[in-house]
């Protein structure tokens, strides 16, 4: 990271971010670069997150840092206002009063390579990688290998049943895990993955003759459709826990910096926070005795 000053300005961050996930490879619908911030500030602490919410909002003031990197776009869609009143202005307020710059690198992190899913990918141990799908023709991003998504070798093949297990293992801890749809027992040698919602690259996975592809977000219409054409095994884990391996990444390059401390966050944002695995057919439902427990019936 090339500065001016002996400490790093809020410019020089992003100057360094863009270099790796220049925002011209983002999808024309993103909203990506800086947010909040004074591009002359000095930047010493930065901590990394995948979504701009209140905890980690409160974690980034906690922990006393000059700028967030976020993955997902705080102000993705237009407002009309960021009064303190709005769930969004609160937080604009927040970083503001604090001087806490925010920057995002989204849809062209999802691209770069390495990348997000090049982290997800990682963590499964994937070899060979190439593109679930390239980046179009005559965009930005074209070519070196660019796009969405990552297709690539196990090291040893799985079956779909173990393969969900090793998922669950290597990706960060949520309370719904990871699900998996198809013959358990079906072998996976192949796997694409794509890091965040990734049901508009089933046709893709299926294109690419994948054993299996593991994403998240996945909907019940569209899994169900694809698995009964044909379509490779799924495994659905969730938002967040795709996408934070990628943090890890980011925050290396940062590091690199001299004088700027970088820290990762390990708040799991994703909605959904309890997990009960229904019962087998053959075990009694919770809280009813057993079958042999049971007080017969008395009649009259």
């Not at 997000?116 to 390239?134: C, E, I, N």
């Not at 459709?225 to 996408?243: C, K, N, R, Y």
């Amino acid at each position: 990271m090339s500065t001016t000053a002996a400490v790093p300005t809020v410019a020089d961050v992003v100057a360094e971010v863009a270099r790796h996930y220049p925002p011209a490879w983002a999808e024309e619908w993103d909203r990506v670069g800086l947010v909040l911030g004074e591009p002359s500030a000095p930047v010493r602490r930065i901590l990394c997150v995948v979504d701009v919410v209140p905890e980690t909002v409160a974690e980034a003031l906690d922990a006393g840092v000059d700028m967030i990197i976020a993955h997902h776009p705080l102000l993705l869609r237009g407002v009309s206002s960021v009064a303190p009143t709005t769930y969004k202005g609160r937080i604009v307020h927040q970083l503001i009063k604090a001087d806490v710059a925010l920057y995002v690198a989204h849809t062209n992190a999802d691209v770069a390579v390495p990348g997000v899913s090049d982290a997800l990918a990682a963590r499964l141990g994937l070899l060979d990688l190439r593109p679930l799908q390239p980046a179009r023709p005559g965009t930005p991003a074209e070519g070196e290998g660019r796009g969405a998504g990552r297709i690539g070798r196990l090291p040893q093949p799985l079956t779909l049943a173990e393969l969900a297990r090793r998922a669950a293992a290597v990706l960060p801890a949520t309370a719904a895990g990871v699900r998996a749809a198809g013959d358990p027992d079906r072998m996976v040698r192949t796997l694409a993955v794509c890091g965040g919602a990734g049901d508009s690259f089933l046709a893709d996975a299926a294109a690419a003759g994948v054993d299996a592809y593991l994403t998240s977000d996945l909907r019940h219409h569209p899994a169900g459709e694809h698995l009964a054409t044909g379509g490779p095994a799924l495994l659905d884990a969730t938002h967040w826990a795709t996408e934070r391996p990628w943090l890890d990444d980011l925050a290396a390059l940062l590091r690199a910096a001299p004088g700027v401390e970088t820290l990762v966050s390990d708040l799991d944002t994703d909605p959904w926070t309890v997990h009960a695995a229904s019962p087998h057919p053959d075990e009694p439902a919770p809280d009813e005795p057993a079958a042999d427990d049971k007080e017969p019936d008395r009649e009259g």
